[in-house]
């Protein structure tokens, strides 16, 4: 899951809002929200930090608060309304007309 929220680096260039990516931005706070921000936030700006470092310090920010067992919930939320869609929508179709 870590290297799937961290393998394209135009998702940060693009600063596309993901899953991962919005539960930081919410629970970080201080310190560690302002190096989140700048790791991710280059818009127009030019980082002498080299990628893998970046990718390595975005790691472990996600690592320590929880982004997989965040995301693996969400998953599952929402594979579970996805079933339980699924299920009315083969009931209905069992209704005759």
Known sequence: M???ILQEKRIL??????????????????E??????DLT???????QQPWAEKQ?????????EG???YCQVMYEIFRQ???EIRV??????EIPS
Do not use: D, H
């Open 88 to 93: 009315r929508l083969e009931q209905m179709a």
């Open 32 to 37: 560690r929200a302002e190096r989140f921000k």
């Open 56 to 64: 390595a310090c975005l790691k472990k920010i996600a690592v320590e």
């Open 81 to 83: 309304k996805a079933n």
């Open 2 to 4: 870590i290297s799937w």
């Open 41 to 47: 936030q280059q818009e127009g700006k030019v980082s």
């Open 67 to 69: 982004v997989v067992q």
């Open 13 to 30: 260039k693009k600063n596309k809002k993901t899953l991962p990516y919005v539960y930081l931005l919410n629970i970080l706070q201080g």
